[in-house]
């Protein structure tokens, strides 16, 4: 049972326009919500998060949207940028709990 | 800073070894977890600690175990290696205090054949 969903695996984005990645998630019990970024042979890295308590976050050019009715968040960049090529996964969990649950990734190609 | 540091960076093992991977962070994170990383599966936790001699189980801890006797190091072995085991693993870790995300090593890719 897949409690983060990320339904589409794949993004193409012009650059200097706007990519918006999305991300389901059943569990109403999650109520922290982050997103990573991922290059080839890396880590993931932490790129924002937000709580449930807000319905959106803003740091510089990312910024992400909770709708907790609909229980699906999203994460805009503006404007797209070549280094923004990556894979986006999103990532959920209940507060003071430290088990993580990841969607399976969205491949974001910024097109020059 | 190094950060979180994961050796060895690849590992080929025949079905049945056992290994350990190893994990040390040098940011004095009390927060450390282990993840397997799958096609088309994202992330998967498979244990985590809390501290120090604090260790639990993630999603799929079968087949692995780790220990916590320093904040710095957090090794995950692996008892009987099985070509199921063939992923890509991740340490992690993070400061208790507020709600950033997790500091995640550069991986070790592991097969076993």
């Known amino acids: 049972d897949q409690q983060v969903k990320q339904n589409s695996p794949s993004l193409s984005v012009q650059e200097g326009r706007i990519s918006i990645l999305n991300c389901d998630y059943t569990n109403s019990m999650f109520d922290y919500f982050l997103w990573y970024k991922k290059y080839p042979a890396e880590g993931p890295t932490f790129l924002i998060s937000?709580?449930?308590?807000?319905d959106k976050n803003e740091d510089g050019r990312f910024t992400v949207f909770l709708n907790k009715s609909a229980k699906h968040l999203s994460l805009h960049i503006v404007p797209s940028q070549p280094g923004d090529s990556a894979v986006y996964f999103c990532a959920s969990t209940e507060f003071g709990n430290e088990k993580l649950t990841f969607g399976t990734g969205t491949r974001l190609t910024i097109i020059p | 800073n190094a950060g979180v540091t994961q050796t060895p960076k690849f590992q080929v093992l025949k079905t049945g070894q056992s290994m350990t991977l190893q994990c040390a962070q040098d940011?004095?994170?009390?927060?450390m977890s282990w993840y397997r990383q799958d096609p088309g599966m994202g992330l998967r936790l498979i244990h985590y600690?809390?501290?120090?001699?604090?260790?639990d189980q993630g999603e799929v801890p079968n087949g692995y175990n780790v220990s916590r006797s320093t904040t710095e190091d957090f090794p995950l072995r692996l008892l009987s290696a099985a070509p199921s085991q063939t992923s890509v693993y991740f340490c992690?870790?993070?400061?208790?205090?507020?709600?950033?995300?997790?500091?995640f090593g550069s991986g070790t890719r592991l097969t076993v054949v």
């Open positions: 940011m004095n994170h009390e927060y």
């Open positions: 600690s809390v501290g120090a001699g604090i260790t």
């Open positions: 992690a870790s993070r400061a208790p205090r507020g709600r950033g995300g997790y500091t």
């Open positions: 937000i709580s449930s308590i807000k």
